[in-house]
């Protein structure tokens, strides 16, 4: 489906999730790290919103698929654009 751009933008899809693990990473907390639905999910520029989720949360995300690439590794995560909380 790519390349993206501006006549075929990313496709972005919802779900309701539950929340298996969460914490911050990134300088002052900055980010929010979830595992949610059997997935890894990163969610940038969200951090603040650790404080109202608990473990075992049902949340609504909105999200794109990502590879992400860390020490030679590489494994399929949910880049998250937005949460609702119920």
Known sequence: ???????NPEPVFASEVTVQDLHTVGAEGKHLK???????????NQGTKASEIKI??????????DLNTFNGRQNLQLKIKDILLE
């Open 56 to 65: 075992g949360d049902k949340i609504n995300i909105a999200y794109i698929l």
């Open 34 to 44: 979830l595992r949610a639905g059997g997935f890894d999910c990163i969610a940038f």
């Open 1 to 7: 489906m790519a390349p993206f751009g501006l006549g």
